[in-house]
């Protein structure tokens, strides 16, 4: 599976034939010396926008204005003013976007586990159709059903709650559904039979025998889920009103509430980024793997 | 064997009862939520797409919805901003993303470390990337236009200037390239050593091994990366309402003032028409027809995919 190799580290390409002498040393040090110097390059400009902003956010005020690199005191105080300013306005946010997060992830693998179970295990007539669909709701955007979804949610007066985006994932997310499928494609059907044989039934199979094997693929949507749910802007946009804000709408009108003090706007941003960072290098394998999983067979 | 045959299909269709049952026990949660949350409002799109719809009032004006958008200067704007979104900065992102996967391809050393820093970017919320790269690249006081004025450099005014608006949206797309740079180094780390050892003994130079191994070998991959771009650049919506309003200052959390888009509706995608024409102005109607032609373009996006999918031989 492609996304194994990419975890395991390289072997070093030793029987590739080189040029023979000290003129095809000298080129593959170069080489070697270009690529390294290159991609060093390219990851501190990566990192350039993260830094700044971490320098930005320990500025005073004014030396935000000054253009000023390197901060000439260090107001670790911005990072508590920025949760505490507006009566503790990114508290709220941070709660709205755990609940929506945190539902929306626990509902999704309740209701996409079994559709993908059955997607990959059982045979049925319509089974390739189901698919299909689903890759093609998993594919088609958002906006395209959303002026009727909203008219919908608004005579069950539950437009301005968070309930229209949790609600949904009861009910299976394309998305979920189509990777933990393609993963359970992968598991050999000897092990769902040798249960069977023992007397299980179908769901205790899932239970007991499939799921178990199935567990990074599980951490992958679940990840994937709740980082959708953090990161979501369009949805809470169209349905919260400013009592149910989540960080993303929060964090997109802080700038314009506070106008100038870039310094507070900038340590509400690394606020908003630093859980994904932390999440993202405690849980790297499961992101990396789960990513390689969409893209490539099945 | 009269007598036995009637009981044996008994059973037989007892099983297959039950087999249909269960199917039916664990699809549900999919066929409610398919039926409830795509069917039905897709139907209605098309539906509210013949009327003139507030909320409170739904009036039948047949055609009037459709004609307007031959009209709507707006809606042509967004049609125009977001193809040129598709025609550079999908292709861009796609070599950027085969250039970034190719070149850790060959780094042994540091190379998970280097992967990681740049598939980070990718996982920031937009809302923070967008507001956060607004602010480093802003001219007055962004660190990185000042600092590349410092060496003699003078950048544009990225996200104030229509012309710069579109390039500093690819820049930032740049920026966010984690998902298609995995994904090309998974399948690049695929292709079989022993091509390149066998092509590099017939004589083969490093340009010739990638044109002639590398690439036939991922191209189904690269495909793939291109057309998911271009359905993932059809709802383009986050970054460029969120850049519009960083730099502009809006008190507003969306483009309610004035002309939407700024500057000068060079950020004006077109979900963006359809969520200003549908949820701003709450002309519900006339964006179920905006709803319907993203409909049209994205399904055809999704049918080449779909064939794709095929191609991996997927049926079995």
Known sequence: ?298 | MAAALPVRSVTASRARRRHRLRVLAFMSPWLIGFALFFAYPLAATVYFSFYRYNLFQLTPIGLTNYRFLFKDPYAWQAIKNTLWLVVVMVPLRVLFGLGLAQLLSKIKRGGSILRSIFYLPFLIPPVAATVAFVFVVNPGTGPINGLAAKIGIHLPDWFNDPTWTKPGLTLLALWGIGDVMIILLASLLDVPKSLYEAAAIDGANAWQQFRRITLPTISPVLMFSAVTGVIQTLQYFTQAMVAANASQGNADQAGTTTAPGYPDGASLTFPQTLYNEGFQQFNMGYACVLALVLFVVAMFFTLVLLRQFHAFGDDD
């Open chain 1, 1 to 298: 599976m492609a996304g194994t190799t990419v975890a395991t580290p390289r072997i070093p390409a030793r029987r590739a034939p080189a040029p023979r002498g000290s003129r095809g040393r000298n080129r593959r040090f170069l080489y070697w010396v270009a690529t390294h110097a290159i991609a060093i390059a390219l990851a501190l400009m990566f990192l350039a926008p993260l830094i700044f902003m971490f320098l930005t956010a320990v500025m005073s005020g004014n030396e935000t204005l000054s253009g000023g690199l390197w901060p000439r005191s260090w107001h670790w105080g911005n990072f508590g003013t920025a949760l505490t300013t507006d009566n503790g306005v990114m508290l709220h946010w941070l709660l709205n976007t755990l609940i929506y997060a945190v539902l929306a992830t626990v509902f999704m693998l309740v209701s996409s586990i079994p559709v993908a179970y059955a997607l990959a295990r059982f045979r049925f007539r319509g089974r390739k159709l189901a698919f299909v669909l689903v890759i093609t709701t998993m594919m088609l955007p958002p906006q395209v059903t959303i002026v009727p979804m909203y008219i919908m949610w608004a005579r069950f007066h539950l437009t301005g709650t968070l309930w229209p985006l949790i609600i949904p994932m009861l009910f299976g997310d394309a998305f979920s559904i189509f990777l933990l499928r393609q993963f359970l494609m992968t598991i050999p059907k000897e092990y769902a039979d040798a249960a069977r044989v023992d007397g299980c039934g179908e769901l205790r199979t899932m239970l007991r025998v499939i799921l178990p094997m199935a567990r990074p693929a599980i951490a992958a949507v679940a990840l994937f889920q709740f980082f959708y749910a953090w990161n979501d802007y369009f949805g809470p946009l169209i349905y919260t009103k400013p009592e149910s804000w989540t960080l993303a709408v929060g964090l997109s009108t802080f700038r314009a509430a506070h106008h100038v003090e870039w310094n507070l706007t900038m340590a509400a941003t690394l606020l908003t980024v630093l859980p994904v960072i932390i999440v993202f290098f405690l849980a790297q394998r499961v992101f990396i793997q789960g990513v390689t999983l969409t893209g490539v067979k099945g």
